[in-house]
């Protein structure tokens, strides 16, 4: 008994399948409209990585299939190469080259000519990538590492600026991981990809929108004061839930001048649990530090009110379907898939390991810190120094060391009587450790977990640079390992 026959897809069915595939339909979806299996549009799908090829065009300086069909009229009625090149109002060498290369004067066919023609014009060239064994090397440890291409792209750039020859685009890394017909990186550093994706998908569109309910007494992020919206003044965040199954979430939240991000663990998505946990994670930072929260649509935050009241913190909310007014936070979220996959449940992970976390993503370049590490801006850690022998262990001195913009690491050391402060019962344990910020000004942000340091003129006698001198206005609790 003879195999079934299938029928393959014609150039306009293929057109209609790209179609389909880019406006975000599922394979089961474009199998039924052509009336063929989902396997056998994966087929077709696949091996470009879901990225549609680009639509051939002839050259306008090539020979056309009609301009060929005159050559062959031209070797019929033995006129030479010359003769047949005036009529076609072209070169005398385009016309002999035409014939030597498919087959010579006496066996050259026009149809054959034009379809060998059609198919020694693909010649395909090889990637940047293919073509440079070092560059192809640095882009894979990097992707190890968890980075996504356009931070490496904008980390080759900024490493050397002026040598193209080391610099390669995100889109490159990109097809040269889905079109694995290329060689060039192995499909292993797929699952460093945060999508976790062997094919590129378009997202489909809603066309029920947010069908959620409504919040009361909201303050529109429209009333949000102006300093929030250019990212000039540090101490405003965006916050959102990150959910997994089983009811498992983790709050987190961005501050939109050093994009420095915090995670907390919450145990539900009620608005109690969400609530108190976010004036929990507030208390943890001084009011310099924490001015107003920028929230979505989400019934979590109908108790918006109780936190102001705890905290003195103002919440806006985005407009509805608007999540792009939370960028910096929609961002990291993205970023924050890498480590904690969808499908995942979230409440196995410890305050700890999300303390982890959040380090890790604070010392990854960022496009919009121009491929700086948060850390490289504005982050400082400051843990204790142990005293040499001849000191006396009364004296606790602290040292704090400070990547400043320029990526220089300064060091200073404080003494307990120097920071403590008799007036406010401050006191600095051996044990402390504490996060600084510190912005490209020379400003740093420092105090003690427990209790805010005064701001005033002893502290920042206490603190003196090789270079410049410092002043100091508040600080954020340190990320333990």
Same mark, same amino acid.
């Given at each position: 008994?003879?195999?079934?026959?299938?029928?393959?897809?014609?150039?306009?069915? !293929?057109?209609?399948?790209?179609?389909?595939?880019?406006?975000?339909?599922?394979?089961?979806?474009?199998?039924?409209?052509?009336?063929?299996?989902?396997?056998?549009?994966?087929?077709?799908?696949?091996?470009?990585?879901?990225?549609?090829?680009?639509?051939?065009?002839?050259?306008?300086?090539?020979?056309?299939?009609?301009?060929?069909?005159?050559?062959?009229?031209?070797?019929?009625?033995?006129?030479?190469? +010359?003769?047949?090149?005036?009529?076609?109002?072209?070169?005398?060498?385009?016309?002999?080259?035409?014939?030597?290369?498919?087959?010579?004067?006496?066996?050259?066919?026009?149809?054959?000519?034009?379809?060998?023609?059609?198919?020694?014009?693909?010649?395909?060239?090889?990637?940047?990538?293919?073509?440079?064994?070092?560059?192809?090397?640095?882009?894979?440890?990097?992707?190890?590492?968890?980075?996504?291409?356009?931070? *490496?792209?904008?980390?080759?750039?900024?490493?050397?600026?002026?040598?193209?020859?080391?610099?390669?685009?995100?889109?490159?890394?990109?097809?040269?991981?889905?079109?694995?017909? +290329?060689?060039?990186?192995?499909?292993?550093?797929?699952?460093?990809?945060?999508?976790?994706?062997?094919?590129?998908?378009?997202?489909?569109?809603?066309?029920?929108?947010?069908?959620?309910?409504?919040?009361?007494?909201?303050?529109?992020?429209?009333?949000?004061?102006?300093?929030?919206?250019?990212?000039?003044?540090?101490?405003?965040?965006?916050?959102?839930?990150?959910?997994?199954?089983?009811?498992?979430?983790?709050?987190?939240?961005?501050?939109?001048?050093?994009?420095?991000?915090?995670?907390? !663990?919450?145990?539900?998505?009620?608005?109690?649990?969400?609530?108190?946990?976010?004036?929990?994670?507030?208390?943890?930072?001084?009011?310099?530090?924490?001015?107003?929260?920028?929230?979505?649509?989400?019934?979590?935050?109908?108790?918006?009110?109780?936190?102001?009241?705890?905290?003195?913190?103002?919440?806006?909310?985005?407009?509805?379907?608007?999540?792009?007014?939370?960028?910096?936070?929609?961002?990291?979220?993205?970023?924050?898939?890498?480590?904690?996959?969808?499908?995942?449940?979230?409440?196995?992970?410890?305050?700890?390991?999300?303390? !982890?976390?959040?380090?890790?993503?604070?010392?990854?370049?960022?496009?919009?810190?121009?491929?700086?590490?948060?850390?490289?801006?504005?982050?400082?850690?400051?843990?204790?120094?142990?005293?040499?022998?001849?000191?006396?262990?009364?004296?606790? +001195?602290?040292?704090?060391?400070?990547?400043?913009?320029?990526?220089?690491?300064?060091?200073?050391?404080?003494?307990?009587?120097?920071?403590?402060?008799?007036?406010?019962?401050?006191?600095?344990?051996?044990?402390?450790?504490?996060? *600084?910020?510190?912005?490209?000004?020379?400003?740093?942000?420092?105090?003690?977990?427990?209790?805010?340091?005064?701001?005033?003129?002893?502290?920042?006698?206490?603190?003196?640079?090789?270079?410049?001198?410092?002043?100091?206005?508040?600080?954020?609790?340190?990320?333990? !390992?």
């Amino acid at each position: 008994m003879g195999g079934r026959f299938h029928r393959g897809f014609t150039a306009a069915e !293929k057109t209609e399948l790209w179609d389909r595939w880019k406006r975000g339909e599922s394979l089961k979806a474009i199998g039924r409209a052509f009336g063929k299996p989902s396997s056998s549009i994966y087929f077709l799908v696949a091996p470009h990585g879901g990225i549609r090829p680009a639509q051939r065009r002839r050259s306008r300086l090539a020979l056309t299939l009609a301009e060929r069909e005159v050559i062959s009229r031209g070797i019929t009625a033995d006129q030479s190469a +010359r003769s047949i090149a005036k009529l076609l109002g072209r070169s005398p060498s385009t016309v002999s080259r035409e014939m030597s290369r498919n087959g010579g004067y006496n066996r050259y066919r026009a149809a054959l000519a034009d379809e060998d023609a059609w198919a020694r014009s693909r010649r395909p060239k090889r990637c940047k990538l293919a073509n440079s064994p070092r560059l192809r090397q640095a882009v894979a440890g990097k992707l190890r590492l968890d980075w996504s291409p356009e931070q *490496i792209a904008g980390w080759l750039k900024r490493t050397h600026p002026e040598d193209e020859c080391n610099q390669v685009s995100h889109e490159t890394i990109y097809r040269s991981l889905f079109v694995q017909t +290329r060689g060039v990186l192995k499909k292993e550093l797929l699952s460093h990809l945060r999508s976790k994706r062997s094919m590129r998908r378009s997202k489909p569109v809603d066309p029920n929108g947010d069908r959620r309910g409504h919040i009361k007494d909201i303050i529109s992020i429209r009333q949000r004061p102006a300093a929030v919206e250019d990212r000039a003044v540090p101490g405003h965040w965006e916050g959102d839930l990150l959910s997994g199954p089983n009811n498992s979430y983790i709050a987190t939240l961005v501050e939109r001048h050093t994009r420095y991000v915090m995670l907390a !663990k919450v145990a539900g998505k009620d608005t109690q649990t969400v609530v108190s946990a976010l004036i929990k994670q507030a208390k943890k930072l001084p009011k310099e530090l924490y001015k107003s929260l920028t929230w979505d649509r989400g019934k979590e935050l109908t108790d918006h009110r109780r936190f102001t009241l705890a905290t003195k913190i103002d919440v806006y909310f985005c407009d509805p379907q608007s999540p792009w007014q939370r960028g910096s936070n929609e961002n990291s979220n993205g970023l924050l898939r890498q480590y904690f996959p969808k499908g995942t449940d979230l409440s196995v992970h410890s305050q700890a390991y999300l303390n !982890k976390v959040a380090r890790q993503l604070n010392e990854r370049p960022r496009e919009t810190l121009q491929f700086e590490t948060q850390r490289d801006s504005t982050l400082v850690l400051c843990r204790p120094v142990e005293p040499a022998p001849q000191e006396q262990t009364s004296s606790d +001195r602290f040292g704090i060391s400070v990547c400043a913009s320029s990526g220089r690491s300064l060091r200073y050391s404080i003494t307990r009587s120097a920071c403590a402060n008799k007036a406010s019962g401050i006191t600095m344990s051996s044990a402390l450790a504490v996060c *600084i910020l510190i912005d490209k000004s020379g400003a740093i942000l420092f105090t003690p977990p427990a209790r805010r340091v005064a701001c005033n003129a002893r502290p920042v006698t206490t603190l003196q640079t090789p270079s410049r001198s410092t002043k100091v206005i508040g600080a954020v609790p340190h990320a333990s !390992k």
